[in-house]
């Protein structure tokens, strides 16, 4: 079987690669992930799923691998990693009774002969009205400074909302596995055929 590497650190990303049992080794791509001047979030994610493929097949032939960047959207603005408590308290505080779009960029690259899939996957996070100190509190239990938005929905970020809205639960973390699942089929790689 080629090797099947995902061109990402995040451990969030490793962890729902995990979960379909597939062999896999992962890479960072050490590349700039700015938006260009003029680059919308779409966009932006598309070239960066792209991009981190592309990095990592410069070294690694006959490989297929896997590049997904995202961005979290509230009323067209991106909402970055907070990075520290008081960004956390007021990106939730924003978020509150509102609607944020996560759209993920995902990639599946043949560096055999470097053609690639691409799709962009949409999934939406309807808040509840937060209080402050929900908030305060969430964020204390929780410790959601290296992620947009400022959650973690695969623990207690999931009493923040009133619903969510998509077709793969796993692209809001980051990874949207019915894709992928679709590009490796593609491929003809499944985790329910035998090796």
Known sequence: MRDI???????????????????????????CEKADQ?????ALV????LLKAQKIAETHHNSLIIGSDQVALLEGNI???????AKAEQQLLLCSGKIV???TGLCL???????????????KVHFRVLSSAEITRY??????LDCAGSFKVEGLGISLFERLEGDDFNSL???????????????GISPLNNH
């Not at 909402?79 to 408590?85: I, R, T």
């Not at 043949?110 to 053609?115: E, M």
């Not at 949207?176 to 593609?186: K, N, S, T």
């Open 5 to 31: 590497i995902l061109a990402s650190s995040s451990p969030y990303r490793r962890a729902i690669l995990n979960k379909i049992g597939i062999a896999y080794h992962s890479i960072s791509p050490q590349i």
């Open 38 to 42: 003029g680059e919308n979030a779409v």
């Open 46 to 49: 598309m070239r960066l799923a």
């Open 79 to 85: 909402l970055c990693k907070p990075l520290s408590v």
């Open 101 to 103: 779009s996560f759209h």
């Open 109 to 123: 690259l043949d560096s055999a002969d470097n053609s690639y899939q691409l799709e962009q996957v949409v999934f």
């Open 139 to 144: 964020i204390a239990l929780e410790q959601p």
């Open 173 to 187: 973390i980051g990874l949207p596995l019915i894709r992928l699942l679709a590009m490796l089929r593609q491929m």
